[in-house]
């Protein structure tokens, strides 16, 4: 039996959906940070000789510190070269913290217990925007010996909560705009139409104009110039019901099959069959008689068996539904990997109305 994820799409059609929900505004969004620093504390676990550029780091910062050593006589096992990435949530104020990754880029074999020196992260500008600094966790651990070794998890890649000060912000006048710029995560032309029927409505007026099917402009009415925020706030919690395309999408690596509701299939004959071959190998020992002259072998014996099962012709007729699609399917005995290739063979056909996706 066959069960197709058909039925979240179905169930959940003509719901509505707030439409902050489907967009995000022009402007308002998060920045990349990234930053090279050095996690220390690591019992044994750190970059070895090898890795130049930790060396060359260390030495450098006990340099600043004033600590003259030469580059020949530093050996490294408690520190590791890391990258550290963050991301940098808008509206995020000076002083205020945010998480980090920490990663690996040598040969450490777990920054368990390390602590992440202090590290400015910069942004595409070239410019610093947070101080990143703290112990890492890793969730995890890795332990071994001469013949076994078990791990947790990853423990060359940790975090470290709220281990970053903002130290620049990135400004948003949201205030200060005159226009808007809503732009819908998934494309769709109907969708976009119904939210600008709904804005103006609310609104009282033609305040907003769809600019493709993705895009939303936004005018600021007068009673909500220098008040931007709020008139986010009441465009965002009204309700639309987005429109759901007709899509089969197919994980052939799960098996998984999720069909869209608007799927439909033009009038067409199904047949489906398996084929299954066995091959049997028993090798049996033949043992000359006794006193003669012969040597003890070994004869094969393959045994070939084909089987082909009753195939089941099931009409599909103009229009069907996903749920008589599905139905369908299941009359004919359909594994979800036969379920794949009959989807496939329909799409060839050119009797399945929708856009086939393969993962």
């Known amino acids: 039996m066959v069960f197709v994820l058909w039925f979240l799409l179905l169930f959940g059609s003509g719901l509505a959906a707030r439409i902050k929900d489907l967009v995000t505004v022009e402007g308002v969004r998060s920045n990349l940070l990234v930053g090279y620093g050095i996690v220390v504390g690591l019992k044994g676990t750190g970059d070895g000789d090898q890795t130049k550029f930790t060396v060359q780091s260390i030495v450098n910062m006990l340099e600043r510190f004033g600590i003259r050593v030469p580059r020949a006589q530093v050996k490294l096992k408690n520190a590791a070269a890391v990258m550290v990435t963050a991301e940098l949530p808008p509206f995020v104020k000076p002083g205020q913290r945010i998480d980090v990754l920490v990663s690996s880029i040598g040969d450490a074999k777990s ?4 602590t992440l020196l202090l590290t400015p992260l910069k942004g595409p500008d070239g410019q610093v925007y947070a101080l990143a600094q703290g112990p890492v966790s890793i969730g995890g651990f890795g332990a071994g010996g001469a013949g076994a070794s078990v791990q947790v998890n990853h423990p060359t890649v940790g975090r470290v909560p709220n ?17 808007l710029t809503l732009s819908f995560r998934e494309a769709d032309f109907t969708t976009v139409s119904r939210a600008v029927s709904a804005i103006n409505a609310y609104l009282h007026g033609p305040f907003a104009q769809a600019l493709d099917g993705r895009t939303i402009k936004l005018l600021v009415p007068p009673k909500y110039r220098g008040r931007v925020v709020a008139l986010l706030a009441d465009v965002g919690d009204l309700e639309v019901e987005p429109d759901v395309p007709a899509r089969v999408v197919i994980d052939e690596r799960t098996g998984t099959v999720v069909i869209g509701e608007n799927v439909r299939v033009s009038r067409v004959a199904v047949a489906h069959g398996n084929l299954s071959v066995e091959i049997r190998e028993t090798p049996q020992v033949v043992q000359p008689q006794p006193f003669a002259r012969g040597e003890t072998v070994v004869v094969p014996r393959t045994e070939v068996k084909a089987k082909e099962e009753k195939a089941r012709v099931v009409v599909l007729e103009e229009g069907a539904s996903i749920g008589e699609l599905v139905r369908a399917l299941n009359a004919v005995g359909a594994t979800p990997r036969d379920l794949i290739a009959v989807l496939q063979a329909i799409k060839a056909a050119g009797a399945l109305q929708a856009e086939l996706v393969i993962m």
């Open 111 to 114: 920054l368990q217990g390390g």
């Open 163 to 179: 281990g970053a000060i903002v130290e620049r912000t990135v400004p948003v006048d949201l205030n200060g705009k005159e226009a």
